[in-house]
């Protein structure tokens, strides 16, 4: 799936997205305000796996100091 996305968004070594520290080069906005995907309808498998409020969602949210509950 990733030959469907730009290739400024994927890993040198093609191993999945493309990431500035934590955060995913796709990723817009501001974290705790306001943040959308900037590839939503290609986006890969794991993040369509990741669902608002489930555990992954929960622990990026910690990992980022934001409320979890």
């Known amino acids: ?12 070594d093609l191993s999945g997205m493309r990431c500035e520290g934590v955060r995913c ?8 305000k306001s943040t959308a995907c900037g ?3 290609m986006r890969p498998d794991v993040c369509r796996a990741c669902m608002p409020g489930d555990e ?6 910690a990992a980022h100091g934001l409320a979890v509950g």
């Open 1 to 12: 799936m990733l030959e469907r996305i730009p290739e400024k968004y994927v890993a040198l």
């Open 25 to 32: 080069s796709a990723l817009t906005g501001e974290v705790g």
């Open 39 to 41: 590839i939503y309808e």
């Open 56 to 61: 992954e969602c929960l622990m990026a949210r």
